[in-house]
């Protein structure tokens, strides 16, 4: 049996791309395409989530107080936007929480 041709041209896009963004960057692009397609919508707006105007924020590396696992937030880039704004930058806001987290912005990483 043998591979079909699209699937072996994928696979060669997708290791070429390996090989020039870096594997941390895929595996970024990919978890935030992952959260835009469950999602559909932001839980906090209620805006339709598009992956080149999407940012997901990945707490899920720590423990909370409570003994439970962080967890994971996507949402439209302007309501991340309007969030970084209001407690005054990305540093302010991790202060806030206590905790660091990963931002995987669609606009930059696509």
């Given at each position: 049996?043998?591979?079909?041709?699209?699937?072996?041209?994928?696979?060669?896009?997708?290791?070429?791309?390996?090989?020039?963004?870096?594997?941390?960057?895929?595996?970024?692009?990919?978890?935030?395409?992952?959260?835009?397609?469950?999602?559909?919508?932001?839980?906090?707006?209620?805006?339709?989530?598009?992956?080149?105007?999407?940012?997901?924020?990945?707490?899920?590396?720590?423990?909370?107080?409570?003994?439970?696992?962080?967890?994971?937030?996507?949402?439209?880039?302007?309501?991340?936007?309007?969030?970084?704004?209001?407690?005054?930058?990305?540093?302010?806001?991790?202060?806030?929480?206590?905790?660091?987290?990963?931002v995987y912005d669609g606009r930059k990483l696509l």
């Open positions: 049996m043998s591979i079909p041709a699209a699937e072996t041209v994928r696979a060669r896009s997708v290791a070429r791309a390996a090989v020039a963004d870096g594997l941390p960057r895929i595996a970024a692009r990919e978890l935030l395409k992952y959260a835009v397609t469950t999602a559909i919508l932001s839980p906090y707006g209620g805006g339709l989530l598009d992956v080149r105007r999407a940012v997901l924020i990945d707490g899920s590396d720590f423990t909370r107080a409570d003994g439970k696992a962080g967890t994971m937030i996507i949402m439209t880039a302007g309501e991340f936007d309007m969030v970084i704004e209001n407690v005054g930058g990305l540093d302010a806001l991790k202060e806030k929480l206590g905790h660091d987290f990963a």
